[in-house]
């Protein structure tokens, strides 16, 4: 399975933003927060995305039911959405919006997380120089 390219770009940054080294700690430490509102910004762009390409899909199929001189129906609209290619393009698109929504939301779980490993690390750092 090929990632879409939004999801391909959060994964590389997810993985830059949580590489932990004794030599980067303290720099991550003081980033978490950072990290923390990048992802959260990401987590509505996603999601707003995700609405208007859910609009985009409900309007286009009510025109072509008009065009169609159909009533949008329960029974009529899956009829349309399956064989239209506009609306399995924009179904495809819909669905990668939602595989990136939940790995932002996998993301933001893990980030909040690192702040106790992270303090762990530096505490244990401590505890071994002194």
Do not use: G
Not at 119 to 128: A, H, M, R, T
């Amino acid at each position: 399975m090929e990632l879409n390219s939004r999801l391909e770009k959060y994964i590389k940054e997810f993985d830059e933003d949580v590489q932990l080294t004794i030599s980067n700690i303290k720099e991550k430490s003081l980033m978490v927060s950072s990290y923390q509102s990048k992802w959260i910004r990401y987590y509505f762009q996603e999601k707003h995305l995700n609405q208007k390409l859910k609009d985009a899909k409900l309007e286009y199929t009510k025109q072509h039911a008009n065009k169609l001189s159909f009533k949008p129906t329960q029974t009529v609209m899956p009829q349309i959405q399956d064989q239209d290619q506009n609306i399995m393009k924009l179904n495809n698109e819909i669905k990668n919006s939602e595989l990136c929504i939940e790995f932002i939301e996998k993301s933001m779980a893990v980030l909040e997380k690192m702040n106790f490993q992270v303090k762990n690390v530096i505490d244990i750092i401590k505890l071994e120089q002194s």
